[in-house]
């Protein structure tokens, strides 16, 4: 990464000796739902550091709450975690295994006073905290006996009070100015099967108790977290101080926010739950999974996170650029091809019937290692139902009666006539073609204004094409009307279905993992659930297209 305050702090570490020159990182999700690209970020900001400084980097899932957290979760996450090259080799963590040794040390606390098990409800404890001006209260069960804790302390383990009867919480100062140190819960009774110890427990760590732990036993150097966890470092230096243990550097960043995106496990879950998308990994979806599925390469992702960088202040990006980092790496990857979405039919009536030309077609311009390969001609082709007009505007300059164009890499053809059915739909063009002007010049230097993708009906192909957009209208999905949620501002045109778009023959063979532009429409690949029989394209981006503005012109 270049240099940024992070590695400035590790920098300082380094010179005054802090950590021995050691530099440790760690990614620590909480599997209760898919990672997103704000996960992303956290990923490569912390594996890239531990590389830069030949140090370490684990990934070690966060799993002490164990409501909401499913074995799905914990699969999908080290799949993306993998996906992305943060390499952790093998220091894949649970904090769940640290569960005993936690336990230990809230004992070892309350043996020298610094917690205690306290009566009051959830209810009870929120109102004696006090507010930002006035003081808490202490608890009622704030001076109970070592002896007295500790025995209650295993009562509550050995499963013998309902959940929310008792807490465990340190005992520091009812009256600190910073809310989070007044007497905060260390462990809640919690009756329910976790996803790896099963009902071993019914108690079970806060994150503020067991964050620093965890990354104290794992020997972390620098705990990088978001800005919201700024005023829990205070709590996070107060546990390990007070148990003296190996005390690594909680570190703040700025979260990654984007706009028309929600970065959040609780909204995205309630897109998937709500049918709003289909699924985790719906390629509308800001989840690694779901940018994966719509085709964006993971080099794009990471191009992106190094773009981007590290902050101490919070800010949106805007999407676009995400999008552009999507399409610098595909200009440069992906295979062209031509693809017509709404076909319409060309007739070339003065071509043979029967007759098939080949053509050597480009598979990259931008590298010209990538080859070309073999595009077919002949008499019936499809181009785009929108590169005819029969009554073309001013700026429009493709096709229309009388008007010639040019077909890529084959021949000029002229529109003759446009035929049309009972309604006075267009449904097929009758042009000719200039035989002198094969690969697409003119002997006599004659010129025409625009080019145009085709494919040969005989041998193109039918797929499905799926057309992705941005899955909210509005660049803050959170600003919704009164009584109303960020789902308001849910676009409902964020996915067309394209039935029976022409796609050229060489497709047919596409790759799960291959990428390509169609050229003039933006680039695709294959979607994972596309069959041999049944074959579905996503639309992973468009192109920065210039005649896109005409057309935005021509609507008005
Ligand atoms: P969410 O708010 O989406 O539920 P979270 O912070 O609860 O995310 P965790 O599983 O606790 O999710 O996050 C694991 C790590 O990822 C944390 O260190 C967290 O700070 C980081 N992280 C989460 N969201 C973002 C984001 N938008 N930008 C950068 N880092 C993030
Ligand atoms: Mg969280």
Redesign the pocket.
């Known amino acids: 990464m270049k240099p940024n305050f992070v590695t400035e702090i590790i920098d300082e570490h380094n010179k005054n000796g802090r950590f021995k020159a050691r530099v440790h990182t760690r ?4 599997p ?2 898919y990672l ?1 690209i ?2 992303a ?2 990923i490569y900001l912390n594996s890239s550091i531990a590389k830069q400084y030949n140090g370490k980097f684990n990934l070690r899932f ?1 799993d002490t709450n164990p409501c909401k957290e499913e074995q799905e979760y914990v699969d999908s996450i080290i799949k993306d975690v993998k996906w992305l090259g943060a390499d952790y080799e093998d220091r894949l963590f649970y904090a769940s295994d640290y569960f005993e040794k936690m336990y230990e040390y809230a004992a070892a606390l309350i043996k020298k006073e610094k917690a205690y098990v306290c009566d009051l409800n959830a209810e009870e404890i929120r109102l004696s905290r006090g507010t930002l001006t006035a003081p808490g209260k202490d608890s009622p069960y704030r001076n109970r006996s070592i002896e007295e804790n500790l025995n209650l302390f295993a009562r509550m383990r050995s499963g013998e009070f309902p959940d929310g009867s008792k807490t465990l919480r340190a005992k520091i100062d009812m009256s600190h100015p910073n809310l989070n140190m007044r007497d905060p819960i260390m462990y809640r009774i919690l009756h329910s099967s976790h996803h790896r110890t099963k009902d071993a427990w019914c108690i079970y760590p806060t994150y503020d108790f067991a964050h620093g732990l965890e990354d104290s036993i794992e020997n972390i150097t620098h705990s ?3 800005l919201e ?1 700024e005023n829990h470092r205070p709590l996070y230096d107060w546990f390990l101080n007070e148990l003296g243990i190996f005390h690594p550097q909680q570190i703040e ?1 700025a ?3 984007i706009t028309y995106t929600v ?4 909204k ?1 879950l309630a897109l998937v739950e709500g049918n709003f998308v289909d699924g985790w990994d719906d390629p509308r979806m800001p989840t690694l999974a779901g940018l994966r599925r719509r085709g964006y390469p993971r080099e794009a992702i990471t191009n992106f996170c190094e773009e981007i960088g590290v902050a101490k202040f919070n800010s949106t990006i805007d999407v676009a650029v995400l999008e552009e980092c999507v399409r610098a790496v595909l200009n440069k990857t992906a295979e062209r091809k031509m693809a017509v979405l709404r076909p319409l039919k060309v007739t070339l009536v003065n071509y043979p019937e029967g007759k098939i030309e080949e053509f050597d077609a480009v598979n990259n311009p931008e590298d010209a290692s990538m080859g070309t390969r073999k595009i077919f001609f002949s008499r019936e082709l499809f181009i785009e139902q929108e590169d005819f007009r029969e009554n073309p505007p001013k700026e429009f300059f493709r096709l229309s009666p009388g008007r010639e164009v040019r077909l890529r890499y084959a021949y000029f053809i002229k529109c003759e006539e446009a035929v049309k059915d009972k309604e006075g739909n267009v449904v097929e063009l009758r042009c000719t073609y200039d035989p002198l002007t094969r690969g697409g010049n003119a002997p006599d230097g004659r010129k025409v204004k625009a080019t145009i993708h085709w494919v040969s009906a005989h041998n193109s192909f039918n797929a499905q094409v799926n057309l992705y957009d941005r899955l909210f209208n509005n660049p803050d999905p959170d600003d919704a009307a009164e009584g109303k949620d960020f789902k308001s501002n849910i676009n409902m045109q964020s996915l067309e279905i394209i039935n029976n778009a022409k796609l050229e023959p060489s497709l047919k063979d596409a790759a799960k993992n291959q990428r390509f532009q169609f050229e003039r429409l933006g680039y695709f690949c294959p979607d994972i659930k596309s069959t041999e029989q049944n074959l579905v394209f996503n639309r992973i981006s468009t192109l920065r297209d210039t005649w896109a503005k005409i057309e935005k012109k021509l609507k008005k």
Do not use: M, Q, V, Y
Not at 27 to 30: A, L, R, T
Not at 263 to 266: E, F, G, H, I, T
């Open positions: 990614f620590p999700p909480e209760n739902g997103h704000g996960h970020k956290a966060d990088i977290c978001t966890f960043f979260r990654l926010n970065l959040s496990k609780r995205l």
